[in-house]
């Protein structure tokens, strides 16, 4: 049973334009949300996060929005670029428990086309 | 600054040999240490993670395991490998508290 649920496998934005990457959640104990960006053959790098007493952060041209109601949070690139062509994760952690256990969707592939 | 490494990059193994995949932390003492895998079409798992030196939790059964010798070195281990063993081995690293993973660059393993 997935807890964190990227539906989208992939996703292509012209170069310029806003990139939306969506990630639904199915455990309300989760309070602590986090984006990262893989490139081929590299580990996962770390974008963004988010805090559940929150609905949005931003960091430069990154955004993550978080709706609990809809247990659902969203990525956007604005203005998306060639060099942000690759896997991202979104993934969730809970109160609790293991420290690091986070949970991992299975990821969405953008491609920025120039 | 922080760094992790973690080698081999790449490694291909017959079934029923044995693993050994290191990954050391530099630049932060008492980390959270993890292994993570990605098989293919797959998100990332969470295989062990370990709060300091000799202390593994293990969050999924398995061929594997893993021991943390020292406080900023975490090994991944096999005595024999299965096929199903195959995949793309992370190590990360965290502070103590609610702090992002940091992750090394992977392992990628094919048992043959």
């Known amino acids: 049973d997935q807890q964190v649920k990227q539906n989208s496998p992939s996703l292509s934005v012209q170069e310029g334009r806003i990139s939306i990457l969506n990630c639904d959640y199915t455990?309300?104990?989760?309070?602590?949300f986090l984006w990262y960006k893989k490139y081929p053959a590299e580990g996962p790098t770390f974008l963004i996060s988010i805090s559940s007493i929150k609905d949005k952060n931003e960091d430069g041209r990154f955004t993550v929005f978080l709706n609990k109601s809809a247990k659902h949070l969203s990525l956007h690139i604005v203005p998306s670029q060639p060099g942000d062509s690759a896997v991202y994760f979104c993934a969730a952690r809970g109160r609790g428990g293991s420290q690091g256990n986070l949970i991992f969707g299975k990821g969405t592939k953008l491609s920025v086309k120039p | 600054s922080q760094t992790i490494h973690q080698w081999p990059a790449t490694l291909v193994q017959p079934v029923g040999s044995p693993l050994s995949l290191e990954c050391t932390v530099e630049g932060t003492s008492n980390p959270n240490l993890y292994w993570y895998r990605q098989a293919a079409g797959r998100g990332l798992q969470l295989l062990f993670y370990?709060?300091?030196?000799?202390?593994i939790s293990s969050e999924v059964p398995q061929n594997l395991s893993a021991s943390r010798p020292q406080d900023r070195q975490f090994i991944l281990s096999s005595k024999k490998l299965l096929l199903s063993d195959s995949g793309f081995y992370l190590c990360?690293?965290?502070?103590?508290?609610?702090?992002?993973?940091?992750f090394g660059n992977g392992t990628r393993l094919t048992v043959t």
């Open positions: 455990n309300s104990m989760f309070d602590y």
């Open positions: 370990s709060v300091g030196i000799g202390q």
């Open positions: 990360a690293w965290s502070s103590q508290g609610r702090s992002p993973l940091h």
